[in-house]
C-alpha cells in the first residue's frame, strides 16, 4: 500500500499540471495566427511570384475550450485536494490504531509478566492440586495469551514502520 499510496499522490499532482497546462494552451489557441512565404502561382500564359502573407483570427474555432480546460483543472485540483484529504485521514486512522494497540499491548504484557503461569501451574501439578489436564489446559491458555501478545507487539510495529515510511 505504501508505494500505491506514493504512486496515486504523484499521478494526481502530475494530473493538476497537465490540466494547468491545457488551461494555457486553450487560451494560446485564441491568439491570431501570422503567416509569411514565398508563393510561386502558374496561370496559364503568366507566372506570378513573391512574398505572400496572412493573418488568421479565430472567433469561433476554440469556443468553449478555455472553459473546458479550466474546468479540467479544477477538477484536476479537487482530486488531488481530495487524495491529500483520503492520505492524511488514512494516517491519523492508522495512528489512531497504533496508540490503542500499543497501550494495549503494553497493559496485556505487564498482566502476562506478573503472572508467571508456567512455573505455578508446574508447581501446581508436582504438589498434585490438579490434574495433567487442567495442567495442559493451563499451559495452552497461557501459551495462547502469549502467541496473541507478540502478534499485537508485532502488528505494532508494523504501523510503527508504515507511518515512518510516510514521515519522511
Known amino acids: 500500500m505504501a508505494c500505491g499510496a506514493s504512486s496515486e499522490r ?8 497537465n490540466a494547468e497546462k491545457g488551461v494555457s494552451l486553450a487560451k494560446s489557441e485564441w491568439l491570431p495566427k501570422f503567416s509569411l512565404g514565398y508563393v510561386s502561382e502558374r496561370v496559364q500564359g503568366s507566372t506570378l511570384q ?3 502573407g496572412g493573418i488568421s483570427i479565430p472567433l469561433w474555432a476554440g469556443k468553449g475550450k478555455v472553459k473546458a480546460a479550466q474546468a479540467r483543472q479544477k477538477a484536476a485540483e479537487q482530486m488531488l485536494e481530495d487524495q491529500k484529504i483520503s492520505f492524511f485521514s488514512a494516517m491519523r486512522s ?3 490504531k497504533l496508540s490503542a494497540l500499543s497501550s494495549v499491548c503494553e497493559r496485556y504484557g505487564k498482566q502476562l509478566s506478573g503472572m ?7 508447581e501446581a501439578l508436582m504438589a498434585g492440586e490438579i490434574g495433567f489436564a487442567d495442567y495442559a489446559t493451563g499451559m495452552q491458555l497461557w501459551y495462547n495469551a502469549l502467541c496473541e501478545l507478540k502478534e499485537s507487539e508485532r502488528d505494532c510495529h508494523l504501523l510503527l514502520c508504515e507511518l515512518e515510511y510516510f514521515a519522511k
Do not use: V
Not at 10 to 17: D, M
Open 94 to 96: 492508522k495512528y489512531d
Open 116 to 122: 508467571n503461569s508456567s512455573a505455578a501451574l508446574s
Open 50 to 52: 513573391g512574398i505572400g
Open 10 to 17: 504523484r499521478l494526481a499532482r502530475n494530473e493538476a499540471e
